[in-house]
Nanobody, 115 residues
Framework: QVQLVESGGGLVQPGGSLRLSCAAS????????MGWYRQAPGKQRELVAT???????NYADSVKGRFTISRDNAKNTVYLQMNSLKPEDTAVYYC?????????WGQGTQVTVSS
């Protein structure tokens, strides 16, 4: 089993920054993709960014140039640096660890962008 614990959410003004962290524990295998997804009220969960174990990244168009995903393989931790935040970034952000056959989710952390 794998446990994912997110931290770093909160309330920020438009144009501000936040950094999310997600630490994975349990039975971690080296071949995996870690990522962040978000779900706003009344909307489906959507991809924000993913990163492979060798550092290949993928971003949603809506966050390109503003968000940066990174990971520390030694710590089994993935980060999401969010800059130039907009009200439309408001959502619950979920960490994901994906293997070819299965995946795991964190409990989510709330990010609210509001003045």
């Amino acid at each position: 089993q794998v446990q994912l614990v997110e931290s770093g959410g909160g309330l920020v003004q438009p144009g501000g920054s936040l950094r999310l962290s997600c630490a994975a524990s349990g039975s971690i295998f080296s071949i995996n993709v870690m990522g962040w997804y978000r779900q706003a009220p009344g909307k489906q969960r959507e991809l924000v960014a993913t990163i492979t174990v060798v550092g290949k990244t993928n971003y949603a168009d809506s966050v390109k140039g503003r968000f940066t995903i990174s990971r520390d393989n030694a710590k089994n931790t993935v980060y999401l640096q969010m800059n130039s935040l907009k009200p439309e970034d408001t959502a619950v952000y979920y960490c994901n660890l994906q293997y070819p056959a299965t995946g795991y989710w964190g409990q989510g952390t709330q990010v609210t962008v509001s003045s």
